[in-house]
């Protein structure tokens, strides 16, 4: 999920210019070109399809746009969810590994250096520290692409090559 995917208008319509995700001819469609790993289909079906992690996504996505959304998203559940619930996501969120990096630098290369293949870290932790400006966008995006489980247009490289590429990038920022 990527914030563009949504259109606003009288209100948010989703849409999704990607293929959709679904069980066809007894096989999960979980990408395109579609994993041939049972590991990394498990995977994004976890990522796409478990509430924690789909609020996860999403919060990702608010913290590409602007990490002050963060604060929005917070707000927004403390404010609509009932208590036990509330407690479990504000609990989910408050052990993410970027919610230890604010404002530590030290702790954010640890971070970097020692996620070899999560993407939602690599995407959580770039959001937090490229700074705003008008590279911002171009920078998250070729993050976003480095950090692809899967094969990224424009890349010839391996996914642990682009991994390495991408965590470099990051320890620019730092």
Not at 9 to 20: A, C, K, L, S, W
Not at 38 to 62: N, Y
Not at 83 to 106: G, H, S, T, V
Request: charged share 30%; aromatic share 10%.
């Amino acid at each position: 999920m990527k914030i563009d995917n949504f259109v606003f208008n009288e209100g948010i319509v989703y849409v999704d210019i990607f293929p959709p995700l679904c069980f066809y001819q007894g096989r999960y469609l979980v990408h395109y070109l579609n994993p041939r790993d049972e590991g990394a289909i498990k995977k994004e079906l976890e990522r796409k399809f478990e509430p924690p992690e789909i609020l996860r996504r999403f919060r990702s996505q608010l913290l590409f746009i602007d990490p002050s959304l963060e604060d929005l998203l917070l707000e927004t559940i403390n404010a609509l969810l009932e208590p036990p619930i509330k407690k479990e996501i504000l609990e989910f969120l408050a052990q993410l590994p970027d919610r230890l990096i604010i404002d530590n630098p030290q702790q954010t290369r640890r971070l970097i250096e020692g996620y070899s293949d999560d993407v939602n870290i690599l995407h959580e932790i770039a959001a937090r520290i490229i700074p705003p400006g008008p590279e911002r966008a171009r920078i998250l995006e070729r993050i976003f692409r480095l950090s692809s489980s899967f094969p990224a247009k424009g890349y010839s490289q391996s996914q642990e090559e682009r991994f390495c590429l991408c965590k470099k990038l990051l320890l620019k920022y730092i």
